[in-house]
């Protein structure tokens, strides 16, 4: 089946727009994650949906950062008033449910960099 | 402060000799260790798995988890230049959502 798919793949904004970036997860998987990586870094967790809730949003970082996610689906990260150090490499991934235990299925990432 | 630790590398291994690849965390409670592999540019992706104290094999991979001294390894024999990649362990800190990646240790298998 399908696996998880983001987009754009690449961004390049000026310094103080506001930009989106889309999740679409592996059907059926009601566990969903954000994270960044900047270049040669590990990565850094976000935020975390069960369903269409953030039970945590503690990992994003500043409030320019929010994210939602409807119909237990699709998930969007908005960035608004970008900022040159918000360039990084923005990773979705999914799971089955809300163990813990589960696997996380990692998408293609789309690359942002601020001008 | 849930921490996961690894040597950043590059370590450098010949073709065909096993590859060790060592990851430290703090939370005694954690309860699931996975090991994902990513190539340069792409995203990454799962190699193993592993709950259980001891070994698990699969293929050429085996994960060793020594929850005592909180420590999980991965092993890769006849390393093969294709193994060239970033290793990043990630840790589940019991009875939470939250996954913690270490940085990851990079891997060059010489031809």
């Known amino acids: 089946g399908a696996g998880v798919s983001q987009s754009p793949s690449n961004k390049v904004t000026e310094k103080g727009k506001d930009v989106e970036l889309r999740c679409d997860p592996i059907?059926?998987?009601?566990?969903l994650y954000w994270y960044r990586q900047s270049l040669g870094q590990g990565l850094e967790f976000l935020i975390y949906?069960?369903?269409?809730?953030?039970?945590?949003k503690s990992g994003l970082p500043s409030d320019r950062f929010s994210a939602e996610r409807t119909g237990g689906s699709v998930s969007t990260l908005t960035i608004q008033r970008t900022q040159q150090e918000d360039s990084a490499v923005y990773l979705c991934?999914?799971?089955?449910?809300?163990?813990?235990?589960?696997?996380?299925?990692f998408g293609p990432g789309t690359r942002l960099l601020v001008l | 402060q849930k921490e996961v630790e690894q040597n950043s590398g590059p370590l450098s291994v010949p073709e065909g000799a096993i590859a060790s690849l060592n990851c430290t965390y703090s939370?005694?409670?954690?309860?699931?260790f996975f090991w994902y592999r990513q190539y340069s540019g792409k995203s990454p992706e799962l190699i193993m798995s592993?709950?259980?104290?001891g070994d698990k094999e699969d293929g050429r991979f085996t994960a060793q988890l020594n929850k005592a001294s909180q420590y999980v390894s991965l092993l890769i024999r006849d390393s093969q230049p294709s193994d060239s990649a970033t290793y990043l362990c990630?840790?589940?800190?019991?009875?939470?959502?939250?996954?913690?990646f270490g940085t990851g240790t990079r891997l060059k298998v010489l031809a």
């Open positions: 592993i709950y259980s104290n």
């Open positions: 990630a840790v589940n800190f019991s009875g939470t959502y939250k996954y913690i």
């Open positions: 991934a999914s799971s089955p449910s809300q163990a813990g235990q589960e696997t996380q299925y």
């Open positions: 059907s059926g998987h009601t566990a």
């Open positions: 939370d005694r409670g954690s309860q699931s």
């Open positions: 949906f069960q369903g269409n809730s953030a039970p945590d």
